[in-house]
């Protein structure tokens, strides 16, 4: 399983912006589909967004505001996040799994590989 890291959390303004990164290790980072999740305090993770080879879902809180995409090249996956609205420290976290189906991505026991999370605060 591949290794991840998430890095570009911190704090922004209600309707501002953000992108996530997640590096992953590993020489086949193209066959994983890779889901993008968040945890408030004293709250459930929640999915997010996913991404495959060909194919994207989104929860429905963050579509039209969130665009996850990829760059195989730089084993990377990316979460661009606009019009964010007031939360207090979220953590987003990155996971992937070798040939998961996006109809599947949405279940966090469907992953094997995890990040150990970037916190994202938006201040109202």
């Known amino acids: 399983q591949v290794q991840l890291v998430e890095s570009g959390g911190g704090s922004v303004q209600a309707g501002g912006s953000l992108r996530l990164s997640c590096a992953a290790s590993g020489r086949t980072f193209s066959t994983y589909t890779m889901g993008w999740f968040r945890q408030a305090p004293g709250k459930e993770r929640e999915f997010v967004a996913a991404?495959?080879?060909?194919?994207?879902d989104y929860a429905d809180s963050v579509k039209g505001r969130f665009t996850i995409s990829r760059d195989n090249a730089k084993n990377t996956v990316y979460l661009k996040m606009n019009s964010l609205k007031p939360k207090k420290k979220d953590v987003y976290y990155c996971?992937?799994?070798?040939?998961?189906?996006?109809?599947?991505?949405?279940?966090?026991?469907?992953?094997?590989?995890w990040g150990q999370g970037t916190q994202v605060t938006v201040d109202s």
């Open positions: 996971a992937g799994d070798k040939y998961l189906s996006v109809s599947r991505a949405r279940m966090t026991s469907m992953y094997k590989s």
């Open positions: 991404i495959s080879w060909s194919r994207t």
